[in-house]
């Protein structure tokens, strides 16, 4: 450490400024407008949110398709995990490279893919029918299920990435070890892996579950207008209607749930390492 | 076990990367609509890629504005990061928390707040707000990346360097930056990447004529059921897979992800 302090504060100035007066201060003055009704201070706007049913509607789908997002990545992310610590350290290279790799690629490239797929001439309808399965094509393109697709595939390598590096810092022999004392595999993955890999755990659900919360381009594209998440109400209301209030109001409601998920993952972290 | 586990493995990774390469299949469609298996092959629309103006103004846009973000990003991360790491300055914790808040915030927040309350308000043009934005949106990242190449240099070798006469400013050009190159290099990659496909942030920052590439393949796939953009996600995605391979023998991009 360098004694100079009035130097490091110099050096802190130009982002600090930049990320309060670009960044921050607008946000806030955003934030403060849900608080707003006319010129008084009160909680009207978020009662008339609820109100509304259809609003109602999105916001309980948010939530339950994160969390069904969450949930069925972390089950495939254990059993992809321990496949690929499992793999040894040769191929384990090449197959973090090929999980990381659709981070890298375009939301709406990625997302356009299902287009493809799931569209009533793509792939998915081509195959059901020619082999006869269906008689006219199955809509699932602006249902939650394609949703629910899109967004797994977008955020299923933020859950296993890390998942493997807490896979690969457990202790080597606890597996084994729990097997020839005899436990069966159920108990060895919640008594054994569950307990030790839990950070990881932590930290790919936080991740996967905000993200979700917060998509807009999985929904804008295979959802639509029919299936709405909070962030494409959000885009809806001020572009249709300029409805700044409700834009306000799921504002708020994505920034608290952003900020809470992230302070439980800090808590959650803490608590492991002070044991 | 071992093969239960392999054979979910081989089914994961297709369902991750089997996407992409249908889409390129399909952008070599010979055919007028969207369809899979495409009706013939050719490169018809990958030519009309190239051939559609506001894809190309979209693009030069969306390079030009991540490379410009990137590059500020770091002007103000580097000196921050070090800062940080070197000088414990008074609030720090508190500094912390405020040059990295910007990804906790869902992106297309940041754009109304900055349409609403920067654009409106002070009259600043809509180009310059898209930089403010997405530049926000990758300090953190920058700080983050050049932080963890700090903590891995020694503080010794620059007190040696100012011991043997080099000034402060000396000692941080010639000892510090090169020795912390490839984690700039790797922080330049991650906010180009995260720039060039942004797409929540720059949602309200666009309008007529002003429009990122990912934006506009959006609103051009509302109206239009033709293979090019098919053919254009084949191209972005081949293009990140260049990059990606670029940096990964650079220097093993995969440590910083």
Request: charge should be neutral; glycine fraction near 0%.
């Given at each position: 450490m360098f004694a100079n302090r009035r130097l490091g504060i110099l050096l802190l100035a130009p982002a600090t400024l930049f990320v309060l007066v670009g960044f921050i201060i607008p946000v806030l003055i955003l934030l403060a407008g849900a608080f707003r009704t006319g010129d008084a201070w009160s909680f009207a706007n978020y009662t008339a949110f609820f109100s509304q049913p259809l609003n109602r509607e999105v916001f309980l789908r948010t939530f339950r398709l994160g969390l069904i997002v969450t949930a069925v990545s972390a089950v495939l992310g254990y059993g992809v995990a321990m496949a690929v610590v499992e793999a040894g350290p040769k191929s384990k290279g090449r197959l973090v490279a090929l999980l990381v790799l659709p981070l890298m690629i375009s939301p709406v490239a990625r997302t356009y893919a299902w287009l493809v797929i799931l569209g009533r001439t793509g792939f998915v309808n081509v195959a059901l029918t020619s082999i006869g399965l269906t008689d006219a094509p199955l809509r699932i393109l602006f249902t939650e299920t394609a949703v629910f697709i899109g967004l797994i595939q977008l955020f299923f390598p933020l859950m296993v990435l890390p998942l493997i590096s807490s896979l690969e810092n457990m202790p080597r022999d606890v597996v084994p070890a729990a097997r020839v004392l005899g436990a069966s595999w159920f108990a060895v993955f919640f008594k054994v892996i569950l307990p030790l890999t839990r950070e990881g755990l932590v930290v790919g659900g936080t991740l996967v579950f905000v993200g979700s919360l917060t998509a807009y381009v999985t929904p804008a594209i295979l959802g639509g207008s029919k299936v709405l998440m909070l962030e494409t109400l959000l885009y809806q209301r001020v572009s249709v209607a300029n409805d700044f209030a409700s834009a306000a109001v799921i504002a708020v409601i994505l920034i608290v749930m952003s900020i809470l998920t992230n302070i439980l993952l800090k808590r959650l972290a803490s608590v492991r390492r002070r044991r | 076990m071992r093969f239960a586990g392999n054979t979910l493995l081989t089914l994961v990774l297709i369902f991750l990367i089997g996407p992409f390469v249908i889409i390129c299949i399909a952008g070599l469609s010979g055919g007028e609509t969207l369809a899979f298996p495409p009706q013939g092959l050719s490169l018809r629309w990958v030519q009309r890629v190239f051939e559609i103006e506001s894809f190309r103004s979209a693009f030069w846009l969306s390079i030009s504005l991540a490379i410009g973000s990137t590059l500020l990003a770091l002007i103000l991360g580097i000196p921050a990061a070090y800062a940080l790491d070197r000088y414990n300055p008074p609030m720090a914790e508190t500094i912390r928390n405020i040059v990295t808040a910007?990804?906790?915030?869902?992106g297309i927040i940041v754009g109304l707040a900055l349409l609403r309350h920067l654009v409106v308000p002070l009259g600043i043009p809509i180009t310059l707000a898209l930089i403010i934005g997405h530049t926000a949106l990758l300090v953190p990242y920058a700080v983050r990346v050049v932080s963890a190449s700090l903590i891995n240099l020694r503080t010794d070798v620059e007190e040696a360097a100012v011991m043997l006469g080099a000034t402060r400013l000396q000692s941080f050009f010639k000892v510090v930056l090169p020795n912390i190159r490839s984690g700039i290099l790797a922080a330049f990659i991650i906010g180009f990447i995260t720039s060039f496909n942004q797409v929540p942030i720059s949602l309200f920052l666009t309008g007529p004529g002003i429009t990122t590439l990912p934006i506009g393949m959006m609103f051009y796939m509302e109206f239009n059921f033709d293979p090019s953009v098919a053919a254009l996600s084949g191209l972005l995605a081949i293009m990140s897979l260049a990059i990606v391979m670029l940096a990964e023998k650079l220097l093993g991009l995969s440590r910083y992800v």
């Open positions: - | 910007p990804i906790i915030v869902p």
